[in-house]
């Protein structure tokens, strides 16, 4: 079932003294389905913020529809069923953070028992129980984006939207933040999330989105996305002193490393070749690494890609290449 669908969604802002019109989405058509961890991906913007505002009510579009949880974007019905942290969250600093989850769980309609165990849980498991009656307004920046991760969640939503939820954190909070969000799919939440933090989205996402000045150039699983092709082998190695020599005049770029030489190589067959002389020169590997296409290469591919590329345009509704939105 999908719990998220745009068709054809355009959005156009007029400002300044001269009206100027600038167009933010041209035409996006996407399809999240229940249960998936959905990336949603591009540059600044890209205009994924302006999608996240139409998806939860907070804008409209100038074109298109945009349905959650098979009603209307901003129907009060489907924004009782969703949690939201926005890029940029905005609480009252004079609340504690047991205070702000009890204000959001009041507007669920939570009783009051289910409120307090709801938020007590909360707060500890986004890391916060230490300060839990501080106000607001003590919290670091990482600490108000746990804050705002804990109200998005009360209201145990079926779909979670998440707007550069690791900004702020550092690597334990983002390592916590990615267990919660794997948790969320094991209990059959839907999770909808942009970040520029391309690592994140890689070790997380079912499928992703990649948005450009508007336009959605490519959607799918990264199996489906990204080129398999082997782009090259690195091999770390030792040696003994007197074999360094003869090894090094390898065919491949040869690069000094923190833990012995390190070699670039074409492809498997010479990594291969270089191993086994190795070994007879009693020398010993450290670490064999192939290279394939990343998210980050697929990324920056289609962000200096130019819109007028043919390749680029892409079916009705933004994908990429002839590439479908598969799902």
């Known amino acids: 079932m999908a719990v998220l669908h745009v068709s ?16 933010a989405l041209r035409g996006i058509t996407l ?45 009060p019905a489907a924004k009782a069923r969703v949690g ?3 890029e940029n969250p905005y609480f009252y600093d004079y609340l504690s953070v047991r205070e702000l ?5 009041r507007l669920h309609g939570l009783p ?16 916060l129980s230490h300060a839990a009656d501080r106000p607001l307004r003590s919290f670091s920046k990482g600490m108000l984006q746990r804050a705002g991760l804990a109200q998005a969640l009360i209201g145990e939503p079926e779909l979670v939207v998440l707007d550069e939820p690791m900004s702020g954190l550092d690597p334990v909070g983002r390592k916590e933040v990615r267990d919660l969000v794997l948790e969320l799919r094991e209990q059959g939440t839907t999770v909808f999330f942009c970040t520029h933090i391309l690592a ?8 992703v989105g990649i948005l450009v000045r508007g336009r959605l150039r490519d959607v799918g ?30 065919e491949g770029q040869h690069r000094e490393a923190a833990e012995g030489h390190l070699l670039s190589v074409a492809d498997l067959d010479q990594a291969d070749a270089f191993v086994r002389a190795l070994l007879q020169a009693g020398g010993r590997l450290l670490q064999l690494q192939p290279h394939r296409q990343s998210l980050e290469a697929l990324l920056m591919s289609e962000v200096e890609r130019p ?3 043919p390749g680029g345009e892409g079916p009705p509704g933004g994908a990429a290449d002839g590439r479908e939105a598969r799902r």
């Open 200 to 207: 994140d989205a890689s070790a997380l996402c079912d499928r």
């Open 112 to 127: 009051a028992a289910t409120r307090r165990r709801r938020g007590d849980a909360l707060v500890e498991r986004v890391g």
């Open 31 to 75: 399809t999240v389905e229940r249960g998936e961890i959905f990336g949603f991906l591009g540059p600044n913007g890209a205009g994924k913020t302006t999608t996240i505002k139409i998806l939860m009510g907070l804008i409209f579009p100038s074109g298109g529809k945009a349905e959650v949880l098979g009603l209307r974007a901003g129907d």
């Open 84 to 86: 939201y942290l926005p």
């Open 307 to 309: 819109d007028d590329d």
């Open 8 to 23: 054809d969604l355009r959005k156009t802002f007029t400002r300044g003294f001269l009206r100027r019109r600038t167009e």
């Open 101 to 105: 989850l009890d204000m959001v769980g």
């Open 221 to 250: 699983s990264q199996a489906e996305l990204l080129d398999p092709r082997l782009l090259g082998v690195d091999v770390v190695w030792q040696a003994p002193a007197d074999a360094v020599d003869g090894l090094r005049r390898f």
